[in-house]
T-cell receptor, first 113, second 113 residues
Framework: NAGVTQTPKFQVLKTGQSMTLQCAQD?????MYWYRQDPGMGLRLIYY???????DKGEVPNGYNVSRLNKREFSLRLESAAPSQTSVYFC????????????FGPGTRLTVL | DQQVKQNSPSLSVQEGRISILNCDYT??????FLWYKKYPAEGPTFLIS?????DKNEDGRFTVFLNKSAKHLSLHIVPSQPGDSAVYFC????????????FGPGTRLSVLP
């Protein structure tokens, strides 16, 4: 059981470049989430997917898009990266939307120059 | 304005002693609280939680106390061990907005041998 996996672990982009962060879970969870963590701040929710086929905006969705490809996979796309998107990105999953415990991936450290 | 605050960015404790990590919140509608632990280069992992209908929850060496009137919760670790050295995040949830946890900025605990 790998739990929640994320690729890549590190990425450096130039302003304006695009990229997709990949996330997969093998726990048969219905709900998946993308967070970002910035220094001195808690994790902030970017987008979430309550179940396969649905996605919704979280607290800080601007500049991002997501795709719930199937029950296992939830990707986060930056169409035109900006320095303000330099952050550590965490994917998480939970059994269902209102379940209290979320399981997190190891994170992707993204730097936008 | 941060709804969940952890005012101590860091804390150092001697091995075997008690560690007390504090968390304050501003929204009296929060009804569920969680603590997550995070090691470097890993995602946060769930540690312990408490519902707003309780004032204490224990799990082995970890106890969470909730004081609703003061909008304050604390995590006690007794006895502290070097392996407890990590960043601890407090998180809060609204029952009818269940997909979104509000995280505090974290406290880095160092347990000294």
């Amino acid at each position: 059981n790998a739990g929640v996996t994320q690729t890549p672990k590190f990425q450096v982009l130039k302003t304006g470049q695009s990229m997709t962060l990949q996330c997969a879970q093998d726990m048969n969870h219905n709900s998946m989430y993308w967070y970002r963590q910035d220094p001195g701040m808690g994790l902030r929710l970017i987008y979430y997917s309550a179940s396969e086929g649905t996605t919704d905006k979280g607290e800080v969705p601007n500049g991002y898009n997501v795709s719930r490809l199937n029950k296992r996979e939830f990707s986060l796309r930056l169409e035109s990266a900006a320095p303000s998107q330099t952050s550590v990105y965490f994917c998480a999953s939970s059994e269902r939307l209102r379940h209290n415990e979320q399981f997190f991936g190891p994170g992707t450290r993204l730097t936008v120059l | 304005d941060q709804q969940v605050k952890q005012n101590s960015p860091s804390l150092s404790v001697q091995e075997g002693r008690i560690s007390i990590l504090n968390c304050d919140y501003t929204n009296s509608m929060f009804d569920y609280f969680l603590w997550y632990k995070k090691y470097p280069a890993e995602g946060p992992t769930f540690l312990i939680s408490i519902s707003s209908i309780k004032d204490k929850n224990e799990d082995g060496r970890f106890t969470v106390f909730l004081n609703k009137s003061a909008k304050h919760l604390s995590l006690h670790i007794v006895p502290s061990q070097p392996g407890d050295s990590a960043v601890y995040f407090c998180a809060a949830k609204l029952d009818n907005y269940g997909q979104n946890f509000v995280f505090g900025p974290g406290t880095r605990l160092s347990v000294l041998p």
